[in-house]
T-cell receptor, first 112, second 113 residues
């Protein structure tokens, strides 16, 4: 089984809808991250969490919110989706002592 | 502010030829350096990392990278590429303390038969 899983893998939604992307990990890491990937822009950090009670905004948090329900679960919500939020979204985890990140398979989100 | 620049957006190369993917970074504090690879329809996975010590680091699949502090570069190399190396490669820097990671825009490597 994969160490970092994301659901759904693909989602098409309409402008104005609320949508939640979920991430679960079995690596036992405290740190979790949400990124979005756009062609030619690499990965940009949306939110990150260093433990269950710690949530921090990344460089592009506007229009997004997160919830860290447990050490293993970190959800990303789009309260009112807009077309420019169409992107590939990745969840990642890391161990604070090692710093390398482990990525989920991604969620491809299309907002029409 | 920190930044990462991958100097080539696309690199076409023939199979069994050598390749170098270039990465420069800018930071006012010490950083750790990483290369990740993304195969089609997959998430990123670690190729190699530099935390300290020897400036030449070896990773998976025959890749290696050299940290050059004076030139603030961390170029990725492979002496002989395979078709299966076709993927997108990302250079990343993490500030010491691990509080923030910045990714480059990526380099698409196309290996042709």
């Amino acid at each position: 089984d994969a160490d970092v899983t994301q659901t759904p893998r693909n989602r098409i939604t309409k402008t104005g809808k609320r949508i939640m992307l979920e991430c679960s990990q079995t690596k036992g890491h405290d740190r979790m991250y949400w990124y979005r990937q756009d062609p030619g822009l690499g990965l940009r950090l949306i939110y990150y969490s260093f433990d269950v009670k710690d949530i921090n905004k990344g460089e592009i948090s506007d229009g997004y919110s997160v919830s860290r329900q447990a050490q293993a679960k970190f959800s990303l919500s789009l309260e009112s989706a807009i077309p420019n939020q169409t992107a590939l979204y990745f969840c990642a985890t890391s161990d604070g002592a090692v710093y390398e990140q482990y990525f989920g398979p991604g969620t491809r989100l299309t907002v029409t | 502010a920190q930044s990462v620049t991958q100097l080539d957006s696309q690199v076409p190369v023939f199979e069994e030829a050598p390749v170098e993917l270039r990465c420069n970074y800018s930071s006012s504090v010490s950083v750790y350096l990483f290369w990740y690879v993304q195969y089609p329809n997959q998430g990123l996975q670690l190729l190699l990392k530099y935390l300290s010590g020897s400036t030449l680091v070896k990773g998976i699949n025959g890749f290696e990278a050299e940290f050059n502090k004076s030139q603030t570069s961390f170029h990725l190399r492979k002496p002989s590429v395979h078709i299966s190396d076709t993927a997108e490669y990302f250079c990343a820097v993490t500030l010491t303390g691990g509080f923030k990671t910045i990714f480059g825009a990526g380099t698409r490597l196309f290996v042709k038969a």
